[in-house]
């Protein structure tokens, strides 16, 4: 079994509790569809925000979809000039036998502008 990285990131409207926590509910939903994820496979999940967004830790989301025994960290990502914002970013770390090329990021709304063209 070997320790792996899921990145994922979405966008919010505004700086409300609500649109955090359902942002990071709809982000964390579809991780764990697109990567078949069962809460005992993650190790740990580590959330950023930009600027501005801290009306709710992003984790409380991860505790509501009963993520209750992973630890979990929030943060603030780094306020690079001309960057997007009003944007969480998640890093799960799952442990399996999948390989990292097999594990399926996700970026929704404006963060979808994050993910370069590959090819």
């Known amino acids: 079994m070997a320790l792996r990285g899921i990145r994922g990131a979405i966008t919010v409207a505004a700086n409300t509790k609500e649109e955090i926590l359902a942002a990071t509910r709809e982000l964390l939903e579809q991780l ?28 409380v989301a991860a505790r509501e979809l009963g993520w209750t025994e992973v630890p979990l960290l929030c943060m603030r990502e780094i306020d690079v000039p001309g960057s997007l ?7 799960i770390h799952v442990n399996t036998e999948k390989k990292q090329t097999a594990m399926k990021h996700v970026y929704l709304r404006q963060a979808k502008s994050l993910r370069r063209p590959t090819g």
């Open 85 to 91: 914002r009003n944007c969480i970013r998640v890093l």
């Open 32 to 59: 764990i569809r697109e990567n078949s994820l069962q809460t005992d496979e993650i190790a740990s999940a580590l959330f950023s925000t930009t600027e501005g967004l801290n009306a709710e830790f992003p984790a």
